[in-house]
């Protein structure tokens, strides 16, 4: 089982839709929580970080953070064509300087 | 403007040759990180570290040194010995533990 995993997509939405990213991780002492995007032949750069189990909210975006079933979701509402790109989920333990990534998940959004 | 630099953007790769990398952030992190990220893959980390004059090995570090003088400052070599280095490096860096990692722009290697 891989540590962080991530549908490797490509998952395609209409422009104006919701689109849901999902992301599980196998260490149950992760603390920290990330999304961010990559664009083609660009670094990431964050989109969101979570600590807490809930919601966060910034913007369209939303993160959801559920620890008991060991997963984290990323929602863009009203999505964009600009939002077109890879979707890195990073996730880390407790009392380490290790981040481990997923492979991401490519969004396309349909004009 | 603070940030991660990273050079050249480019690089290319002799048979036999070593070749350093350079990171370098303005941010005042105490940590920093390489990764590799091979087409349609993930990041995997080659080597982090924590304070000055300490790193540690990541997942991939075989055929890759480091060295950490400066707080800014952490290049990484990638040596002879790595057969398959053509990939994009990715320099991270963040404040501290489960703090967020900013990146600097890449630089992507080819061998000749």
Redesign the interface.
């Known amino acids: 089982q891989k540590e962080v995993e991530q549908n490797s997509g490509p998952l395609s939405v209409p422009e104006g839709a919701i689109a849901s990213l999902n992301c599980t991780y196998s260490d149950r002492g992760s603390q920290s929580f990330f999304w961010y995007r990559q664009y083609s032949g660009k670094s990431p750069e964050l989109i969101m970080f979570i600590y807490s189990n809930g919601d966060k909210e910034d913007g369209r975006f939303t993160a959801q953070l559920n620890k008991a079933s060991q997963y984290v979701s990323l929602l863009i509402r009203d999505s964009q064509p600009s939002d077109s790109a890879t979707y890195l989920c990073a996730v880390n333990g407790l009392r380490t300087y290790k981040y481990i990534f997923g492979t991401g998940t490519r969004l396309k959004v349909l004009a | 403007d603070g940030g991660i630099t990273q050079s050249p953007k480019y690089l290319f790769r002799k048979e036999g040759q070593n070749v350093t990398l350079s990171c370098e952030q303005n941010l005042n992190h105490d940590?920093m990180?390489w990764?590799r990220q091979d087409p349609?893959?993930?990041?995997r980390?080659i080597y982090?570290s924590?304070i000055v004059n300490d790193f540690?090995k990541?997942d991939i570090a075989e055929g890759y040194s480091v060295s950490r003088e400066k707080k800014e400052s952490f290049p990484l070599t990638v040596t002879s010995a790595q057969k398959n280095p053509t990939a994009f490096y990715?320099c991270a860096s963040n404040q501290g533990?489960?703090?967020?990692?900013?990146?600097?722009?890449?630089t992507r290697l080819l061998v000749l």
């Open positions: 940590a990180y990764y349609g893959q993930g990041l980390l982090y924590q540690q990541g990715l533990r489960e703090e967020t990692q900013y990146f600097g722009p890449g």
